[in-house]
């Protein structure tokens, strides 16, 4: 469950933006114009994506600020999942399996409809956090508390790592390389699933395919999922770029802001399992 909602936000999320912002309309005949732009189609559904007089264009700083709010509303109500949840079995797990569902469905919104509201982009956020929040309790509980923050560190370090591999160009956002990515999630979400399904139905003593029972498969698929997860961050990087670049409204920093966090959150799940794997051998 825990990976399935990270997964299926991102996936929604990378078809829409990239089949809408790269493509430019061949004249731009003035604010508020809700056409088509000669014969290029509105990749928008019906409405412009470009900011009338009224409301300013999105810039770089704008997405930084809304994915911090994000990361902050995240963590905040993380912090108090953490610490006010009760540890008891069937309520913890509730919690979080009930979390996770919802935060899922409306990943899934957000992501299909393009929501740049910020009221219920920030309603996720907070979802994420009591999911995260009592998923890293878990952890801390079974591994020491050393674990979250190890896992914390390692996430912000692949971001600003691959921040640094997008602005060399060292990795480029082609129209290949993002097809490969989303046929690779699309892929991995789902085998993830199949193993999911295999485990609820009690196969294999309830591990399913195996691919996350702690053994060197799962550990094959944490690290290959974190590769993936880190790749990501190109595409996100990209559609931000393009987007700025487009003179998309303002509002789309919320929008931009939601997929980096749905990352940030699918690849810190995946490198505290791996730490869990590592530290259970």
């Known amino acids: 469950m825990n990976s399935s909602n990270p997964v299926l936000s991102r996936l929604a999320g990378r078809a829409n933006r990239h089949a809408g912002l790269r493509r430019e309309p061949a004249a731009y005949p003035g604010p508020g114009y809700a056409g088509n732009y000669g014969d290029v189609e509105e990749p928008y559904g019906g409405y412009s994506p470009y900011p009338d007089a009224r409301e300013g264009r999105m810039t770089i700083d704008d997405v930084v600020v809304r994915t911090i709010t994000l990361l902050a509303i995240t963590g905040l109500v993380g912090a108090l999942a953490w610490?006010?949840?009760?540890?008891?079995?069937s309520v913890r797990w509730g919690v979080l399996m009930g979390a996770g569902l919802t935060a899922m469905i409306a990943g899934l919104v957000i992501s299909f409809k393009q929501v740049t509201n910020p009221y219920v982009i920030s309603a996720y956020a907070a979802l994420e956090g009591v999911f995260?929040?009592?998923?890293?309790?878990?952890y801390a509980d079974a591994f020491g508390g050393g674990i979250v923050l190890t896992a914390a560190v390692a996430t912000f370090a692949v971001f600003f790592g691959m921040a640094l591999v997008y602005k060399f160009r060292i990795i480029r956002a082609t129209p290949k390389f993002t097809k490969w990515i989303i046929g690779l999630m699309f892929g991995a979400l789902a085998i993830l699933m199949l193993n999911f399904a295999l485990a609820m139905f009690n196969v294999n003593d309830g591990e399913g395919l195996g691919l996350r029972s702690g053994g060197p498969l799962a550990i094959g698929v944490s690290l290959f999922l974190i590769g993936l997860a880190s790749l990501s961050f190109i595409l996100d990087f990209a559609a931000v770029e393009e987007g700025?670049?487009?003179?998309?409204?303002?509002r789309f920093a919320w929008y931009c802001g939601f997929g980096i966090l749905v990352g940030l959150v699918w690849l810190y799940l995946e490198i505290l399992r791996l730490l869990g794997y590592l530290r259970s051998e």
């Open 132 to 138: 995260v929040g009592i998923f890293s309790k878990i």
């Open 244 to 250: 700025v670049r487009m003179g998309l409204p303002a």
């Open 83 to 89: 610490a006010f949840v009760p540890t008891t079995e």
